[in-house]
């Protein structure tokens, strides 16, 4: 590819608006297999565990998920590094 070619991308590709992923969220009642079962949805592959005023209460991957049981309550799983402002 020719460098006007380039340039000319990479300026097109720098003037489009930026786009955010939207976050998979699940309920405390719901379970690991309802996680796992989204999960890959979004190239971030994560969903965020929210009360019922939809707050964040934290972050789960597939590894974090792995090593419950399929019907294993998400909110009973405790991580607690999740910060919020």
């Given at each position: 590819?020719?460098?006007?070619?380039?340039?000319?991308?990479?300026?097109?590709?720098?003037?489009?608006?930026v786009r955010f992923d939207t976050p998979l969220t699940v309920k405390r009642e719901e379970y690991v297999r309802d996680a796992l079962s989204i999960i890959h949805k979004r190239a971030h592959k994560?969903?965020?565990?929210?009360?019922?005023?939809?707050?964040?209460?934290?972050i789960?991957?597939?590894?974090?998920?792995?090593?419950?049981?399929?019907?294993?309550?998400?909110?009973?799983?405790?991580k607690s590094f999740l910060i919020t402002s």
């Open positions: 590819m020719n460098l006007e070619k380039m340039l000319e991308i990479v300026k097109y590709v720098k003037s489009r608006s994560c969903v965020i565990l929210v009360d019922d005023a939809q707050r964040p209460l934290s789960f991957t597939p590894s974090d998920l792995e090593r419950f049981e399929q019907f294993t309550p998400l909110g009973s799983i405790e």
